[in-house]
Every structure is written in structure tokens, then in C-alpha cells.
């Protein structure tokens, strides 16, 4: 037997409001190809999933269907009218919880890195017996926090591909902390197969936050060449070699630089000493993010 046609119909759709009772009632129309199929045979081959035992009502998500009955027309075999019943899900024992209501699980732990430091604890620069600091500054370990977040969606979010790698452009909050700008940063992202739960489809989006003092990178402004005003063109700059030995020699190791170019008289004062700032990473507001 195959079902050619199941349609809703007005005839027959009823509502109430006693507690007790069955509160809703639509009715569909169905034709088959067989005049020998039975009841069992219709309510078998109904694939609709909004015609199964358990279906939310499409405007009322209280209500469940509870119980279908067919009944054949009077003037045709193959013609079947299928009464389904719906009662409150809550009184059933049904869950009526949406998966993508669930709040964001949120989970915190540390990674570690080791990476070039300039500074210790209380500020002060790192330098060697000479009163330099170290070209490469000094190696070491330095953990991060890092935010794992879990949220059920039923799309792939607008802003997936954009913030890869992308940092915080304002204060934002998460778990109730409050992290500054430029302070965190998009490690990685994940989107799982799908779900379905409680006639709900959706995914779970995972993704990592690391969080440090900031992601603005800095570096020693040093090389081995810097500009010189050119003589033959003024307001124009030439590029030359660094100097060292008081001047006499081209430098063979990098020299310190003021900022804009030009190389840093000789000793050099801890003070002068110039950081450039860069700003590598695209940022992004962190408030668009599924955080609650």
C-alpha cells in the first residue's frame, strides 16, 4: 500500500480548554492506492513527522500528539480521515525543554607558552651585565587563561568564518568576568554533526577564548640600517647602514632605533629605549559572540 495524498482539512478541528480533556484535535485527509489497506496500514505509512505520536502543535509547543485514530470514508476504500489528538505535554510527562534554549556551558583552564620577555615581574626591564637588553629578549613560560564554550545553534553562525583569530575590539563579559579590549582572542572553533532532541534539530558550536594581558604584539625598535636626511632632497630620507665604534664602522649586529628611523646615540639609556606596537590581529566585537 502507498499513501498517494495526506492533507489537513477544516472539518472536524476542534479545541478545548478543559485540563483534563484532549485540548486540540486536527484532522487530515487520506487517500490511498489500495481499497484492502486497514487503519493500521495508514497510521504506518504516514511519514509526515508532524502526524507522529509526540509531534509538537505547530502553533502551540505545549501540546503533544497523543493518540490517532483512522477512519474510513463511507463512500470510498481508499479514502481515510485521521483524527490526531493533542494533550499538554507537561501533564504527560513529556519534556518540553529546547535544546537552544540551554544556556552557554562555559569552562575555564590555563594553557602554557614559552615566549620572549622583556619585562619582570615589577616592570623593570631585563638587561644584560652591560645595561642592554637582550635582542631576542629572554625565553620564558607564561600561561594564559583559556575560556571553553559550548552553545546549542540551528545555523552556522553569520560571524563563524570572520572571527577566526580575531580579538576583542571593546569590554565584553563572560562568566561574569569582565575582560579588557585587546584582551582576548579567538583560538579555535568547531561546529558538531546535527542533533535532534525534542523535535528540535540543532548543533553545538565549540569554541576557545585565550585571554592575556593583551594581543597588541610589541617589539624592540632595532636593525642594522636607519634613515638619514637626504642632502640632495629636502624633506626625503635615505637609508643607510647603522654605525658603530663610535661611528667609524658599519654595524654588524642590530642598533638601537628612536621610533622613527633614526639610530640611538651610543650608550644607550634604558629609558630611550623605543617598543613598537603592532596590531596583527583583526578585532572584533566580542558582545555578538553566544556567551549566555
Given at each position: 500500500?502507498?499513501?498517494?495524498?495526506?492533507?489537513?482539512?477544516?472539518?472536524?478541528?476542534?479545541?478545548?480548554?478543559?485540563?483534563?480533556?484532549?485540548?486540540?484535535?486536527?484532522?487530515?485527509?487520506?487517500?490511498?492506492?489500495?481499497?484492502?489497506?486497514?487503519?493500521?496500514?495508514?497510521?504506518n505509512?504516514?511519514?509526515?513527522?508532524?502526524?507522529?505520536?509526540?509531534?509538537?502543535?505547530?502553533?502551540?509547543?505545549?501540546?503533544?500528539?497523543?493518540?490517532?485514530?483512522?477512519?474510513?470514508?463511507?463512500?470510498?476504500?481508499?479514502?481515510?480521515i485521521?483524527?490526531?489528538?493533542?494533550?499538554?505535554?507537561?501533564?504527560?510527562?513529556?519534556?518540553?525543554?529546547?535544546?537552544?534554549?540551554?544556556?552557554?556551558?562555559?569552562?575555564?583552564?590555563?594553557?602554557?607558552?614559552?615566549?620572549?620577555?622583556?619585562?619582570?615581574?615589577?616592570?623593570?626591564?631585563l638587561?644584560?651585565?652591560?645595561?642592554?637588553?637582550?635582542?631576542?629578549?629572554?625565553?620564558?613560560?607564561?600561561?594564559?587563561?583559556?575560556?571553553?564554550?559550548?552553545?546549542?545553534?540551528?545555523?552556522?553562525?553569520?560571524?563563524?568564518?570572520?572571527?577566526?583569530?580575531?580579538?576583542?575590539?571593546?569590554?565584553?563579559?563572560?562568566?561574569?568576568?569582565?575582560?579588557a579590549?585587546?584582551?582576548?582572542?579567538?583560538?579555535?572553533?568547531?561546529?558538531?554533526?546535527?542533533?535532534?532532541?525534542?523535535?528540535?534539530?540543532?548543533?553545538?558550536?565549540?569554541?576557545?577564548?585565550?585571554?592575556?594581558?593583551?594581543?597588541?604584539?610589541?617589539?624592540?625598535?632595532?636593525?642594522?640600517?636607519?634613515?638619514?636626511?637626504d642632502?640632495?632632497?629636502?624633506?626625503?630620507?635615505?637609508?643607510?647602514?647603522?654605525?658603530?665604534?663610535?661611528?667609524?664602522?658599519?654595524?654588524?649586529?642590530?642598533?638601537?632605533?628612536d621610533?622613527?628611523?633614526?639610530?640611538?646615540?651610543?650608550?644607550?639609556?634604558?629609558?630611550?629605549?623605543?617598543?613598537?606596537?603592532?596590531?596583527?590581529?583583526?578585532?572584533?566585537?566580542?558582545?555578538?559572540?553566544?556567551?549566555?
Amino acid at each position: 500500500m502507498a499513501i498517494l495524498s495526506a492533507s489537513e482539512i477544516h472539518d472536524g478541528r476542534s479545541g478545548s480548554d478543559d485540563k483534563s480533556d484532549v485540548k486540540r484535535v486536527k484532522v487530515w485527509r487520506v487517500i490511498t492506492d489500495d481499497a484492502a489497506c486497514d487503519a493500521d496500514d495508514v497510521l504506518n505509512d504516514l511519514i509526515d513527522p508532524f502526524a507522529q505520536v509526540g509531534a509538537i502543535h505547530p502553533l502551540d509547543p505545549e501540546l503533544a500528539i497523543v493518540r490517532r485514530t483512522a477512519t474510513n470514508e463511507t463512500f470510498s476504500k481508499t479514502v481515510w480521515i485521521v483524527r490526531l489528538e493533542y494533550k499538554s505535554r507537561t501533564q504527560l510527562g513529556v519534556s518540553t525543554e529546547d535544546p537552544l534554549d540551554e544556556p552557554a556551558k562555559i569552562s575555564w583552564s590555563t594553557t602554557t607558552n614559552t615566549e620572549p620577555v622583556f619585562f619582570d615581574k615589577d616592570g623593570d626591564a631585563l638587561l644584560n651585565s652591560a645595561g642592554d637588553y637582550y635582542v631576542e629578549g629572554i625565553q620564558a613560560e607564561v600561561s594564559r587563561w583559556e575560556v571553553k564554550v559550548k552553545k546549542n545553534v540551528n545555523v552556522v553562525p553569520t560571524w563563524y568564518g570572520t572571527y577566526r583569530n580575531a580579538i576583542n575590539s571593546s569590554v565584553f563579559t563572560i562568566d561574569g568576568v569582565s575582560i579588557a579590549a585587546r584582551s582576548a582572542k579567538i583560538s579555535s572553533f568547531s561546529l558538531g554533526e546535527w542533533k535532534y532532541y525534542n523535535y528540535v534539530w540543532y548543533r553545538e558550536l565549540d569554541f576557545s577564548i585565550k585571554i592575556y594581558d593583551t594581543w597588541i604584539q610589541y617589539a624592540i625598535d632595532q636593525g642594522l640600517r636607519r634613515l638619514v636626511d637626504d642632502p640632495d632632497n629636502a624633506g626625503e630620507s635615505l637609508l643607510v647602514p647603522c654605525l658603530q665604534e663610535g661611528g667609524k664602522l658599519d654595524a654588524t649586529s642590530p642598533c638601537f632605533l628612536d621610533g622613527s628611523g633614526g639610530q640611538l646615540a651610543q650608550p644607550v639609556a634604558v629609558g630611550d629605549v623605543t617598543f613598537n606596537a603592532y596590531y596583527i590581529y583583526p578585532e572584533k566585537d566580542f558582545n555578538a559572540l553566544p556567551l549566555l
